[in-house]
C-alpha cells in the first residue's frame, strides 16, 4: 500500500509518500515541500491544489493522511489553514483517495512516542523509521509521520478486522 500524508499550510505544505509492505515494514518514496511563500494568498491556495495534483500523478499513492486543524491563538492564521487544508482536501478527493484525518497528537505518538514533541524530534525519528539519509525539512517529516501514523492505524484495522472475521 502506498500512502501520501499531508501538513497543510499556508506558506509551505509538506508532502510524503510512503509504501508498507505485507510485513508492515515502511519505506519513503519520496518527500517535500510546495513552496507558496511570497505570492498572493489566493494563488497560494491554487499553487497548493496544483502542486498537489502533480505529487498525486508522480506517485499514484492509494490511500491519503492529512492532518486535522488544531485551533491556534490568532483566528487570521486558523482561516487560512483551514483554506490551504481545503485546497489540499479537494486535490486528494478530486484523485478519488480515501482520507484519513489524524490530529498532530496522534501523529507524533505514533511517530516519535509522545504527542508533545518537538519538531527536531519527529525529523529524527521519521529518519530513523524511514532509514533516510539525513532529515528531512520539518514540513516534509511532518507529512511523512502523518503516512507512518496512517501506515499503523491502518496495520491495526487490518488486524481487527481478520478477527472479527473469525
Same mark, same amino acid.
Given at each position: 500500500m502506498r500512502?501520501?500524508?499531508?501538513?497543510p499550510g499556508s506558506l509551505r505544505t509538506g508532502y510524503g509518500v510512503i509504501e508498507v509492505d505485507g510485513r508492515g515494514r515502511l519505506r519513503s518514496v519520496g518527500y517535500g515541500c510546495l513552496m507558496v511563500a511570497g505570492r498572493p494568498f489566493l494563488e497560494r491556495i491554487g499553487a497548493i491544489h496544483a502542486g498537489l495534483l502533480e505529487v498525486l500523478a508522480e506517485f499514484r499513492p492509494d490511500e491519503a493522511a492529512i492532518e486535522? @486543524?488544531?485551533?491556534a491563538r490568532?483566528?487570521?492564521?486558523a482561516l487560512k489553514l483551514g483554506q490551504a487544508r481545503g485546497a489540499a482536501l479537494v486535490a486528494l478527493l478530486q484523485e478519488g483517495l480515501p482520507v484519513h484525518e489524524y490530529t498532530a497528537?496522534?501523529?507524533?505518538?505514533?511517530? @516519535?512516542g509522545g504527542g508533545h514533541a518537538a519538531k527536531e524530534q519527529v525529523q529524527h525519528m521519521v529518519r530513523i523509521l524511514l532509514s533516510l539519509s539525513e532529515a528531512p525539512q520539518a514540513d516534509a517529516a511532518d507529512a511523512l509521520a502523518c503516512a507512518v501514523c496512517h501506515a499503523h492505524h491502518a496495520g491495526t484495522r487490518a488486524v481487527w478486522a481478520q478477527g472479527a472475521s473469525r
Amino acid at each position: 500500500m502506498r500512502i501520501i500524508g499531508i501538513d497543510p499550510g499556508s506558506l509551505r505544505t509538506g508532502y510524503g509518500v510512503i509504501e508498507v509492505d505485507g510485513r508492515g515494514r515502511l519505506r519513503s518514496v519520496g518527500y517535500g515541500c510546495l513552496m507558496v511563500a511570497g505570492r498572493p494568498f489566493l494563488e497560494r491556495i491554487g499553487a497548493i491544489h496544483a502542486g498537489l495534483l502533480e505529487v498525486l500523478a508522480e506517485f499514484r499513492p492509494d490511500e491519503a493522511a492529512i492532518e486535522a @486543524v488544531f485551533m491556534a491563538r490568532n483566528a487570521d492564521s486558523a482561516l487560512k489553514l483551514g483554506q490551504a487544508r481545503g485546497a489540499a482536501l479537494v486535490a486528494l478527493l478530486q484523485e478519488g483517495l480515501p482520507v484519513h484525518e489524524y490530529t498532530a497528537l496522534q501523529i507524533k505518538k505514533a511517530a @516519535v512516542g509522545g504527542g508533545h514533541a518537538a519538531k527536531e524530534q519527529v525529523q529524527h525519528m521519521v529518519r530513523i523509521l524511514l532509514s533516510l539519509s539525513e532529515a528531512p525539512q520539518a514540513d516534509a517529516a511532518d507529512a511523512l509521520a502523518c503516512a507512518v501514523c496512517h501506515a499503523h492505524h491502518a496495520g491495526t484495522r487490518a488486524v481487527w478486522a481478520q478477527g472479527a472475521s473469525r
